[in-house]
């Protein structure tokens, strides 16, 4: 069973970067696409980004050119490297590992931008 644990939130100043991190714990062979999702309390939890297992990659209009989704998978880790930051971006930032038997989320972690 796959288990998902992210890390790296924390409080940045508007226009800085932070690295999220998801470790990935079990067999992750079934897996054919991570993503990140973000989501503001009370509100929608809100696409960000994906990467297939091929390597490619998609973005959310609103993050695009700005964040930055990758994976190295010696270590099974997934990255969202987020550069320019801004206000709006303030959420809670969630892993998530897709297959066709389904779809696994973290625990997320905080991320606060402050003006």
């Known amino acids: 069973q796959v288990q998902l644990v992210e890390s790296g939130g924390g409080l940045v100043q508007a226009g800085g970067s932070l690295r999220l991190s998801c470790a990935a714990s079990g067999s992750t062979s079934s897996i054919n696409a991570w993503g990140w999702y973000r989501q503001v309390l009370g509100k929608q939890r809100e696409w960000v980004a994906t990467?297939?297992?091929?390597?490619?990659?998609k973005y959310a209009d609103s993050v695009k050119g700005r964040f930055t989704i990758s994976r190295d998978n010696a270590k099974n880790t997934v990255y969202l490297q987020m550069n320019s930051l801004k206000p709006e971006d303030t959420a809670v930032y969630y892993c998530?590992?897709?297959?066709?038997?389904?779809?696994?989320w973290g625990q997320g972690t905080q991320v606060t931008v402050s003006s």
């Open positions: 990467i297939g297992s091929g390597g490619s990659t």
């Open positions: 998530n590992a897709a297959s066709y038997r389904g779809s696994i």
